[in-house]
């Protein structure tokens, strides 16, 4: 299967930049996608296909990359995007998940 | 509003079966393929079983494949996850997701229902 590896946490303030990185074992194409989940909530799309916004996502949010190296950007951060965010590709079988990034704000 | 509700989970011994369900509301069921995926307490995400959305064919990892059956009863809305002879490690939160089948991808989550296996 394909693993998909995050950094296990981060620690930014309101108002910076953060990017958070997907790393996959073996290409995936463009075929990676982004969910945030909330603490005691279910995940929620966020970024399709490494870089198309989710309907009804602020556009705070980007995603860029493709074979194997991804990246989630958020910029700028605010207080509410407090979660873990999970890249999950599909291109090859079966779907994988990456093991989240806690992202926490100072 | 797209609106996707699980129920069924519970406490179960090992070795026994459970069924869950999910009910969808706010899309056209019978359009869209369907997916469970799961999450162990404090872990990460796994895609459990996908369905068709006529449920003609379906689709698991090696790790549930001969013991979980995925169905669908598209008159009812509703999608189902037949779970037999389960394993300790099988304890999870499991999701209903609405997939794009396109790009593979779960658009949609319900808010999850909680199966533990124990003894």
Redesign the interface.
């Known amino acids: 299967?394909t693993v998909l590896t995050q950094s296990p946490a981060l620690a930014v303030s309101p108002g910076e930049r953060v990017s958070i990185s997907c790393r996959a074992s073996e290409g995936v194409n463009s075929?990676m996608?982004w969910?945030q989940q909330k603490p005691g909530?279910?995940?929620?799309?966020l970024i399709?296909?490494a870089s198309n916004l989710?309907s009804g996502v602020p556009a705070r949010f980007s995603g860029s990359g493709s074979g194997t190296d991804f990246t989630l950007t958020i910029d700028p951060v605010e207080a509410d995007d407090t979660a873990t965010y999970?890249c999950?590709q599909?291109w090859n079988d079966?779907?994988?998940?990456?093991?989240?990034t806690k992202l926490e704000l100072k | 509003e797209v609106q996707l509700v699980e129920t069924g989970g519970g406490l179960v011994q090992p070795g026994r079966s459970l069924k869950l369900s999910c009910v969808a509301s706010g899309f056209t069921f019978n359009n869209y393929w369907m997916s469970w995926t799961r999450q162990a307490p404090g872990k990460g995400l796994e895609w459990v079983a996908s369905i068709t959305n006529s449920g003609g064919s379906t689709y698991y990892p090696d790790s549930v494949k001969g013991r979980f059956t995925i169905s669908r009863d598209n008159a009812q809305n509703t999608l189902y996850l037949q779970m037999n002879s389960l394993r300790s490690e099988d304890t999870a939160t499991y999701y209903c997701t609405r997939a794009r089948l396109q790009y593979w991808y779960f658009d949609f989550w319900g808010p999850g229902t909680m199966v533990t296996v124990s003894s």
């Open positions: 299967d075929y996608h969910y909530q279910q995940p929620k799309l399709y296909k989710a999970f999950q599909s079966p779907p994988t998940f990456g093991g989240g």
